[in-house]
């Protein structure tokens, strides 16, 4: 008999949420982009319309990271069951793809002023890229503090772009120095390859992991095959089969298996066992586990075993672990 045991998970949005954070840092980061833009146009820099380049990738994303933030508070749906918590990692993705394009174009650009180096005067150069400084550095401050670097793959990817824009914009203030004091031109087109190549290097971690996330591969940090023998030297537990470990979300772990338990087992028990022991040893407090007893061979039909479980009952039940932990029991006989 088919037994349908869907479950509608309502977690609440994690405590320190970063869209105010993320709200300043773009309308931050949107003003001085058009200002870098302006000045980079007006005296010629490819540098500063490297680093604007830059900056604007950095709008683009930090206005998908703040959409993506509200999206995941929305409450789940019977058609939507896991709420829309996978819109972090889209948008994380999407905002990798814009910075990557943006960064090949601009190190084109800068490749073919390498052989006529414009001149461009260095003060207006050093004084943007400073402000630039200030803006990126205070906006990953900003969200920083939120503390949600460590569980949110968007806040994270956002705080590398600006961490980069900081490291940019640095280096555009020595390509300028350059100018200023040596009358060094090719420092200009040097920076913009040097922002372009730190953009690249820096996009890459953030790409891979949204891919893994959307490919369904186990958690970072999960060893399949060392989870499947732990829950299996678990005492009463014979097999784990069927064995699925994915992240919905960056932040949100989750399993299903099969676990064969001995004849007189009490699976019921369990199944607590193996649920805690999800949690305690691989952070994983969503799973669903379904039981299935031994073949019996000395058991006349429809005998009970230990604990009052019977064979057939096992055969179907299912345990889904909330995100707080708690699991809740979905038996059918």
């Known amino acids: 008999m088919a037994h349908d045991h869907s479950h509608h998970h309502h977690h609440a949005p994690p405590p320190g949420s970063a869209r105010g954070a993320l709200t300043v840092a773009l309308v931050l980061n949107a003003g001085f982009t058009v200002l870098q833009a302006i000045v980079g146009f007006l005296i010629g820099s490819v540098a500063l319309i490297a680093d604007a380049g830059h900056n604007l990738s950095d709008v683009a994303g930090l206005g998908i990271a703040l959409f993506a933030a509200v999206l995941v508070t929305r409450p789940a749906t019977p058609r939507h069951s896991f709420g829309y918590r996978r819109a972090e990692v889209l948008a994380a993705l999407a905002n990798g793809l814009i910075v990557v394009f943006v960064a090949g174009f601009v190190a084109l650009e800068a490749v073919r002023r390498l052989g006529d180096p414009p001149d461009v005067p260095g003060l207006p150069v050093v004084l943007t890229a400073t402000a630039g400084i200030v ?21 994270r990817a956002a705080i590398l772009h600006l961490a980069a824009d900081t490291a940019a914009s640095l280096g555009v203030v020595i390509a300028g120095l350059a100018m200023m004091w040596w009358g060094w031109r090719m420092a200009d087109p040097i920076a913009a390859i040097g922002v372009s190549l730190l953009v690249l290097v820096g996009s890459w971690g953030i790409l891979a992991r949204s891919v893994s996330v959307l490919l369904e591969a186990a ?20 097999e784990v089969h069927d064995l699925h470990v994915w992240s919905v979300s960056s932040d949100f772990p989750s399993l299903s298996a099969h676990v064969v338990v001995g004849t007189d087992a009490d699976c019921h028990a369990l199944r607590r066992v193996v649920s805690e022991r999800l949690s305690v040893a691989f952070g994983i407090t969503h799973a669903t586990l379904q039981m299935e007893h031994a073949p019996r061979r000395h058991l006349m039909p429809g005998a009970a075993a230990v604990g009052g479980c019977h064979d057939h009952a096992c055969d179907d039940a299912t345990l889904s672990s909330g995100g707080d932990g708690t699991p809740s029991d979905a038996a059918s006989s």
């Open 135 to 155: 803006v990126n550095a205070g906006s990953a401050w900003l969200i920083h503090r939120t503390g949600r670097t460590g569980h949110d793959l968007n806040v």
């Open 219 to 238: 958690p970072s940090g999960v060893d399949p095959e060392d989870l499947g023998r732990t829950l299996a030297s678990i005492d009463g537990v014979v």
